[in-house]
Nanobody, 117 residues
């Protein structure tokens, strides 16, 4: 499966962005989707996940501000980012975990989110 993120950009603190992760090559319907981010000089961290059945989980740092969703008909996952702060500045990656695997098997190339103060 090929994953392609889009929707990143430069936004002021308090603003919002909506990231998209379009999949091609296979359906995402039966797979979990995840969003990670990596800030300069920091390790990649898990931000949010959504299971094939729609169950969501968030890291404590984004809970209540970010919303992960999926549209299986469009073969796309989304991450809505609200109330952004400069600490949210990072490259955001989407990932796919097939139902037969415990690991994230496919990754996108990432999209840059920059939040100015």
């Amino acid at each position: 499966v090929h994953l392609q993120e889009s929707g990143g950009g430069l936004v002021r603190a308090g603003g919002s962005l909506r990231l998209s992760c379009a999949a091609s090559g296979d359906t995402i319907s039966f797979s979990a989707m995840g969003w990670y981010r990596q800030a300069p000089g920091k390790q990649r961290e898990l931000v949010a996940t959504i299971s094939a059945s729609g169950i969501t989980h968030y890291s404590a740092s984004v809970e209540g501000r970010f919303t992960v969703s999926r549209d299986n008909a469009e073969n796309t996952a989304y991450l809505q980012l609200n109330s952004l702060t400069p600490e949210d500045t990072a490259v955001y990656y989407c990932a796919l975990r097939p139902p037969w695997s415990d690991s994230w098997g496919s990754w996108g190339q990432g999209t840059q989110v920059t939040v100015s103060s």
